[in-house]
């Protein structure tokens, strides 16, 4: 009985410390994304990566930002990065809510510019989007 408490309370401790080390290395893979990048090839566009995992873009439309979509990002390498959108908005022309997108990433080494690009669906059997960015690292969002 001893024995089992004892194996019990390992693996209890095995297990908390492997989920840590996994979080760790997560929070160590987002880090360089992390902060207000804006969009240089789309004026008015920036995009928010936080600490969290979370990301949500912003677009300039007649004078106000709007959150355009949103979900959470995972880095996969240091090529690639994976966006699942839970939120978009219903009159997108690209399908977006409820999707999975891989997109392709280069950081500068300075890490205060990213190149991105990728391929999203359109809505409703529309035509697809391949779109490409240049993002620049800024200390505020644009009002």
Not at 54 to 72: D, L, R
Not at 112 to 139: E, I, Q
Request: aromatic share 10%.
């Amino acid at each position: 009985m001893k024995s089992i408490k004892f194996i019990t309370i390992v693996i209890t401790v095995l297990t908390t410390f492997s989920c840590r080390t996994v979080e760790r290395a997560n929070q160590k893979e987002i880090k360089p994304f992390v902060g207000i990048w804006k969009d240089t090839t789309n004026p008015g566009s920036q995009v928010v990566f936080r600490s969290d995992g979370s990301f949500y873009n912003i677009a300039k439309e007649n004078n106000v930002q709007i959150v355009t979509h949103s979900g959470t990002f995972k880095v996969l390498s240091d090529s690639i990065y994976v966006l699942t959108i839970t939120d978009a908005r219903p009159n997108a022309t690209y399908d977006l809510k409820g999707r999975q997108y891989a997109n392709y990433y280069t950081l500068s080494s300075n890490r205060k510019t990213m190149k991105t690009s990728g391929v999203v669906d359109g809505r409703n059997g529309g035509k697809g989007l391949a779109w490409t960015c240049n993002l620049v690292k800024v200390d505020k969002l644009d009002n």
